[in-house]
């Protein structure tokens, strides 16, 4: 199969480049964008069973304002003390003057359109002044964020020479921000993937249009696959999140670099051994194309698997990178074939190293390691892992997205202010709405008395009052036909730590056994939303993790004819993910002290270093397998593998470990976490598990490895080919 299409491609390049070229051109003019298919709402990903979207179903109806956005204006004295009588009466005159030059006074206000701004709250202890800005619209809504621009614009002369400074927290002002660093971040990301690939190929092949080739290449399925997934998320009405196109930017410079990489050394060997430029591209997609089909399988499996995940953020992620991971491998099975037919060694310009093998390199040395003492380097891989792996037992979530955003954002900043004089909460408070079972108007005295009762949670700090500034407070807002009220309550803790998160279950409790006989209480918010993720991912990592295991084992034991090799081959995998996350636990929560690492790192680790793990142990056992089917036995197979595939795959792991050590530089703390957790995870994939433990491993167990399908024999029936030939397809 693979060397029919090799043949194909080679002898019709300029037709394969010019079906490439106008399939790109009309995908990128006329096909949908990923932008017009990303959410930024969390709780659209959740699905209709959690509380917390049943509650904003609610407030859909009953309270359609309770859906727009609201910004925390956040006043201060710029030389940080309390606020005298004189700075309050300035505050509320600002308020005053910014909600005249910025209120839309229209009766139907339009997405994006501010529809109030409060007077402010001053604190106990004056040292910080609270109001809120109304805009209209839903998180997603990109008029949103042009909103709280207007009202920083409109802000500043307005607090000019009076001794205050005002700062923009909450949803849409970390949205905002949030905007900013991702695009930050892909830029920062792009450039730092694109210098590290091209110095790191420059001194592989010590040629600069070898090194160029995965740029443009990947160059290519970088404009096209955006635009595909656009075109699945509009058939199948999926989503994705906005950081999805920045990881997207490294899994395909990663992943195609890594393709081609694998195709562009079996083309090098092939010509070493004599064969013709055109022929020696044939036998390189022939040799190689299974396992780089093979290796793509097992990544869109482990991506494609998240489409059962209950979040939808992992439920769209997932197949937007395997729909990218189809078109790259496409690409590099047919796109880079017929470039690299054209270019004929010349590709490798100005290097000679093509046309020699090289004698007594260090994967030889390493190789003949392996063969001779497989006991040794085994036990030394697996105890590596394992004591990395020990780090899995410290593992704590952390989904605090406030710490996502660089500490020096605006929003960021005026966040921690607010805490110096209010409850953390206030931050996103939580709703609790209260709906009548019967149809009839709710009694607004029991209600009041359930809004006071909601205090005696330990976990509440404050109510938050319907008309801040006022003499004396109110707490409950009604719906028009009195049949529904909401309360707004604000917690002790950041809205998005864990302890806020754990509040959320007691205080669904409370809530419901103070209830007004003849309600129904729902608790919603960013934070009775974010516990609701944690559930859901709870729920999602026990479905995902076995039924992709279970798909990658079926891939495994297709490629290799075998029962036995694919189960140590997972089991390998699934250690390597153990030491991964243990390795990432041991620097963030140990070495650095964070709270915890990222709530998602673990489907990330999945997503990639399993995934990539595997590709690297395709490699890998399909040169074990060629090997003995060239007569070798099990031992000196294991050393040859080592030798003519090591230098391939540490090329593929070092550049790859290298592109997502480049989202340590976004200056988001999700991505240095995950840039941190994939690059270590690929380095521990790449040089002790498919180096020394799956090699040792398998010289171990020998001939029924691969049973029973016996494809290490497969040669021996009809006779060993001659020693010349043996050597010529030793690559």
């Not at 020479?161 to 792009?190: C, Q, W």
């Not at 409370?510 to 003849?518: I, L």
């Not at 960013?526 to 798909?551: C, E, S, W, Y």
Request: charged share 15%; proline share 5%; with cysteine.
């Amino acid at each position: 199969m693979f060397g029919r299409l090799g043949r194909m491609v080679v002898h019709n390049p300029w037709k394969v480049i010019g079906l490439w070229v106008v399939a790109a051109i009309a995908l990128v003019a006329f096909a949908p964008k990923l932008s017009d298919i990303t959410d930024q709402d969390t709780a659209s990903f959740l699905p209709d069973k959690y509380e917390s979207v049943q509650a904003a179903d609610l407030a859909d109806r009953q309270f359609p304002q309770s859906q727009d956005q609201t910004a925390q204006i956040v006043v201060k004295r710029t030389d940080g003390g309390p606020l005298t009588p004189e700075d309050v009466v300035a505050t509320q005159g600002i308020m005053t003057r910014l909600a005249a030059e910025t209120v839309a006074r229209t009766p139907a206000p339009a997405v994006g359109d501010i529809t109030s701004v409060s007077q402010a709250q001053v604190s106990p202890n004056r040292q910080i002044a609270v109001a809120t800005a109304t805009i209209k619209g839903t998180a997603q809504d990109t008029a949103v964020n042009d909103a709280v621009k207007r009202l920083r614009d409109a802000t500043k002369p307005l607090v000019s020479d009076t001794g205050l400074s005002v700062g923009y927290a909450g949803g849409p002002a970390m949205s905002l921000d949030n905007e900013h660093a991702f695009k930050r971040a892909e830029a920062i990301v792009g450039i730092a993937t694109v210098v590290l690939i091209l110095i790191l190929l420059l001194v592989i092949f010590r040629s600069p249009v070898a090194a160029l080739m995965p740029i443009v290449m990947v160059g290519v399925v970088a404009a096209v696959a955006p635009s595909v997934i656009a075109m699945f998320g509009k058939a199948f009405d999926l989503h994705v999140e906005q950081s999805l196109m920045t990881i997207l930017i490294v899994v395909l410079f990663g992943i195609g670099t890594d393709y081609i990489i694998f195709l562009l050394f079996r083309y090098r060997e092939r010509l070493r051994v004599g064969d013709d430029a055109k022929q020696a591209m044939v036998v390189a997609v022939e040799r190689v194309g299974e396992a780089i089909a093979s290796a793509a399988g097992a990544v869109v499996v482990a991506f494609g698997a998240m489409i059962l995940a209950t979040f939808g953020g992992y439920r769209s992620m997932g197949p937007g990178l395997a729909i990218a991971v189809v078109v790259m491998a496409i690409a590099a099975l047919t796109l880079v074939p017929a470039v690299v037919s054209l270019l004929g060694p010349k590709v490798f310009w100005p290097s000679r190293s093509w046309s020699s093998r090289p004698q007594g390199h260090g994967f030889q040395r390493l190789g003949r390691a392996v063969g001779r003492k497989p006991v040794v380097t085994g036990v030394l891989a697996l105890l590596v892992m394992l004591a990395l792996a020990g780090g899995v037992l410290g593992f704590k979530a952390d989904y605090d997205q406030l710490g996502q955003l660089p500490g020096n954002t605006e929003s960021a900043k005026a966040a921690k202010d607010m805490e110096k004089g209010f409850p953390a909460g206030l931050l996103n408070p939580t709703q609790v709405f209260v709906s009548s079972t019967d149809g009839t108007p709710l009694d607004k005295a029991g209600v009041a008395g359930f809004a006071r009762s909601l205090e005696t949670d330990q976990d509440v700090g404050a109510l938050k009052p319907v008309n801040p500034g006022a003499e004396v407070p109110e707490y409950v807002t009604y719906s028009g036909d009195g049949t529904a009220a909401m309360v707004q309550v604000v917690l002790r803790e950041s809205p998005y730590t864990n302890q806020a998160l754990d509040a959320i279950a007691p205080l669904r409790e409370t809530a419901k056994a103070q209830a007004p006989p003849n309600t129904e209480v729902l608790v919603s918010g960013g934070t009775a939303q974010f516990a609701d993720i944690r559930d859901a991912t709870n729920h999602d990592m026990k479905v995902i993790f076995p039924v992709a295991g279970a798909l990658i084992i079926v891939i495994l034991a297709l490629l290799l004819r075998s029962l036995v090799a694919p189960w140590y081959l997972m089991l390998a995998v699934v250690l390597g993910f153990a030491a991964t996350l243990g390795a990432t636990v041991y620097v963030f929560q140990g070495v650095l002290g964070d709270a915890g690492v990222m709530f998602s790192l673990p489907i990330m680790i999945y997503m990639f270093v399993v995934a990539i793990g595997t590709d690297y142990n395709i490699l890998m056992v399909a040169r074990l397998r060629e090997e003995a089917q060239e007569g070798h036995e099990p031992r000196e197979a294991a050393a040859l593998a080592v030798e003519h595939a090591g230098p391939s795959i540490g090329a593929a792991g070092v550049i790859l470990a290298g592109t997502f050590a480049s989202l340590m530089f976004a200056g988001i703390a999700m991505m240095t976490q995950m840039g941190f957790a994939v690059s270590i995870g690929i380095c521990i994939a790449a040089f002790v598990m498919s180096m020394f433990l799956v090699p040792s491993v398998t010289a171990l167990v020998g001939h029924a490895a691969w049973w029973p399908g016996h494809g290490d024999r497969a040669r021996a029936h009809g006779g060993s080919p001659d020693p010349d030939e043996r050597e010529r397809v030793r690559v």
